[in-house]
């Protein structure tokens, strides 16, 4: 058995969003450092939680993107300090964290042929 306590986490963004929905019902936030849901115990952000973050920052999608990334710097750090032979991946951590946001591009419309902007 192992008797080395779970490392402290660092003092970086704290986890309050998403609120708790109902109000009053148990919030879907992570416990750290193992970054698990606090209400279902699934790896955070949980389904509910990414359905409740989409959710709560539907007019500020940049803002959500800032928070994420914030938490998945967190997250690495814990996980990795956590388990360090084989732990998530940073991809892997990059997928649950961020890459499902809504504020994602599509790709950019390619310039026309020859470089100019068409007829004028």
Do not use: K
Request: glycine letters at 10%; hydrophobic letters at 30%.
């Amino acid at each position: 058995m192992n008797s080395r306590p779970f490392p402290v986490p660092r003092l970086g963004p704290y986890a309050d969003r998403p609120r708790s929905h109902p109000p009053g019902g148990r919030a879907h936030l992570p416990l750290r450092p193992l970054w698990v849901c606090r209400a279902c115990g699934g790896p955070w952000p949980c389904a509910e939680a990414r359905l409740l973050l989409r959710i709560e920052y539907d007019a500020q999608p940049v803002d959500l993107a800032v928070y994420l990334s914030g938490l998945y710097h967190e997250a690495s750090h814990d996980l990795f300090r956590l388990n360090p032979q084989d732990g998530p991946t940073p991809r892997d951590l990059f997928e649950r964290f961020v890459a499902w946001a809504p504020y994602r591009r599509g790709p950019a419309t390619p310039p026309p042929p020859g470089g100019g902007t068409g007829p004028i």
